[in-house]
C-alpha cells in the first residue's frame, strides 16, 4: 500500500506559479515510478508529468512541457510539481499518483485555479 497526500493548491494569477507537493508513506517509495494528473471541470483525468524512480528519466504532457518540472526526494518520501508561467487551461484539481503495474495509487487531489 501506499498513501499519498497532496498539498500546495490554491489561487494564482495568470503567469504566476505554484509547487505542488505529495508526501509519500507506506512500500518503498524510492522503487516507485511517481507521476502528477490533472482533471479539469467537465474532462476526464489527464497526464501531467511523470519521474522514474532514480529522477533520472522524467516526460511531460505537451500542454505543461518547458512549463512544469516534476522532482522528487526520495529521503522525504516527496514528490514535486513546480508549475510557473500559469494559465487559466491549467485550473484542475491536481492529483499525485505512484505506479506499481498501472497507476495503482491516487492521493485525494488539491485544487489549482488559475485566474485570468
Known amino acids: 500500500q501506499v498513501q499519498l497526500v497532496e498539498s500546495g493548491g490554491g489561487l494564482v494569477q495568470a503567469g504566476g506559479s505554484l509547487r505542488l507537493s505529495c508526501a509519500a508513506s507506506g512500500r518503498s517509495f524510492s522503487r516507485q515510478i511517481m507521476g502528477w494528473f490533472r482533471q479539469a471541470p467537465g474532462k476526464e483525468r489527464e497526464f501531467a508529468a511523470a519521474?522514474?524512480?532514480?529522477?533520472?528519466?522524467?516526460s511531460y504532457a505537451d500542454s505543461v512541457k518547458s512549463r512544469f518540472t516534476i522532482s522528487r526526494d526520495d529521503a522525504k518520501n516527496m514528490v514535486y510539481l513546480q508549475m510557473n508561467s500559469l494559465k487559466p487551461e491549467d485550473t484542475a484539481v491536481y492529483y499525485c499518483a505512484a505506479k506499481v503495474v498501472g497507476w495503482d495509487y491516487w492521493g485525494q487531489g488539491t485544487q489549482v485555479t488559475v485566474s485570468s
Open positions: 519521474i522514474s524512480w532514480s529522477g533520472g528519466s522524467t
